[in-house]
Each structure stands twice: as C-alpha cells, then as structure tokens.
C-alpha cells in the first residue's frame, strides 16, 4: 500500500473508544491507550505484587519503527516509562547516529513489569505478557520491529543464537523483524558496540528499501520483501 494511505489505513484499524475522563465527560480513547490501561490493572503474574508501575510502552500509535526491548529497570518501574535509564540514553544516541528521535519510533518491552533485582523474566512472565505486546504489534502495524537483545529476540526467533542472526531481517506472518544485541549488553561488554552501531545504521536502508517496494506495488517487488 502506498505510504501516503498507509497511516489513514491505521487509523481505520486502531478505531476509537469511548471512555469516561475523572469528571465523567465521555472521551476518545484508542484502542491502544485501552491496552494501556488494561496493562497498568494487569494481575496476570506475581510480578504485579511488586511494581511501582507497569511499564506498557509508549511512542506513535503509526510508528513504522517498533523496538522491544526485555523489561522495565529500577528507572523504568518508577516512571511507568520505557528505556529511561542508561540503556535509554544510548538508544537515543544511537537512533539520533540515524537520524531519528525518541518521539517518532514506538518502543515497548517483553514484560511489562519490573523483575526483582532485575533478574531475567521467566518464561511463565513472558507468556503473560505475550498478548499485550502481540496486540501492541497489531495495532501499531510498524513497518520493522527492532528486536533488543535475547529475551525480544527469542519471541519471534525461538532458538536462534544472537550471535549469528543480529543485523540479518526476517519477514514472519508479514512483519518484518530485526534482531539486533541490547543496548545494555553493549554499554557491559564493549566489544558488541561495533555491531549495535552497526546494525542500527542498516536501519534506513531497510526503511527506504520497505517504502520503494511498498509504493511501486509489484508483485516482483514484494517477492524481493519475501527474501528478508
Ligand atoms: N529499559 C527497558 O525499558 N527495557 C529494557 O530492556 C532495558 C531497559
């Protein structure tokens, strides 16, 4: 579909909600902000006991770029906002190396709480949170969604090693993926920070390639989008 009709497309999909706001005026709310609430009420594992905040996720509801991150941190259960910490900063140094800013990319996490003394979600924290982020996908339609680190990466490549599949895109039931190492591993272990740098700056390339094949609308195009 066109660029130029894409978004309009979205807008169709996200719909419309009607809420009410504290003085019981009816209001607007996305089909996004909903989830949103319904995350920030979830009960659905024991890491619900010990939240300041849930974390949802936040960013245009028509992002094309999506990135997932694990879980929230210490700063991140706080503020109820994702990638607030270290990690957060040098996402944005990286994503401004490309040209972009925090505010025109979606960024989510796997889980949606913060595990105690940031230990690894487990995978029975995974799959609670899977819906969520399975409808935050739907509804946000992004053109690529940037995998971060392990945990994101295993959720769309069960068994792959990070090692070998960072910085190669994936097409899966017709979202494009990429996996790329943390930010966090990188910022621990400076030898990976050549390839974050590396794999982020393929990132509008592979943007300028999805919106060629998008607006020219060829089948033999679409054929070369398969091949990711
Ligand atoms: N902050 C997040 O929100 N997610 C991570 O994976 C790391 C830091």
Same mark, same amino acid.
């Given at each position: ?34 989830? %949103? ?20 996720? /936040? ?16 700063? /991140?259960?706080?503020? =109820?906002?994702?990638f607030?910490?270290?990690? $957060?900063?040098? #996402?944005e140094e #990286? ?19 913060? @595990? @105690? $003394? ?13 819906? %969520? ?16 680190g392990?945990f ?6 069960p ?6 599949i ?9 979202? #494009?993926? %990429?996996p790329? %190492? ?7 272990? @400076? ?6 740098? =590396? ?16 607006e ?10 398969? #091949?990711?």
């Amino acid at each position: 579909m066109p660029a130029s009709l894409r978004h309009l497309a979205n807008w169709a999909i996200i719909g419309t909600l009607l809420a009410q706001d504290p003085c019981g005026r009816q209001i607007l709310m996305s089909e996004l902000t909903e989830l %949103y609430d319904q995350i920030r009420a979830c009960t659905r594992c024991v890491l619900a006991q010990g939240r300041t905040r849930a974390v949802p996720g /936040e960013g245009p509801e028509t992002a094309d770029v999506m990135f997932i991150g694990e879980a929230p941190g210490f700063h /991140e259960d706080k503020s =109820g906002r994702p990638f607030v910490g270290a990690a $957060g900063r040098f #996402l944005e140094e #990286l994503l401004s190396d490309i040209g972009l800013h925090r505010k025109d990319v979606y960024i989510a996490n796997v889980i949606k709480c913060r @595990p @105690p $003394g940031n230990r690894s979600p487990t995978p029975t924290e995974i799959e609670a949170c899977r819906p %969520y982020l399975d409808r935050q996908i739907e509804l946000v339609q992004p053109r690529i969604v940037i995998t971060l680190g392990r945990f994101s990466m295993e959720r769309h490549f069960p068994g792959a090693r990070i090692s070998s599949i960072h910085g190669i895109p994936k097409k899966i039931d017709g979202v #494009l993926y %990429y996996p790329m %190492y943390h930010p966090a591993a990188a910022l621990h272990q @400076p030898s990976l920070r050549q390839d974050v740098v =590396g794999d982020m700056k393929k990132i509008p390339e592979l943007l300028r390639q999805i919106e060629q094949i998008e607006e020219s609308n060829r089948p033999e195009d679409a054929e070369q989008l398969a #091949l990711f």
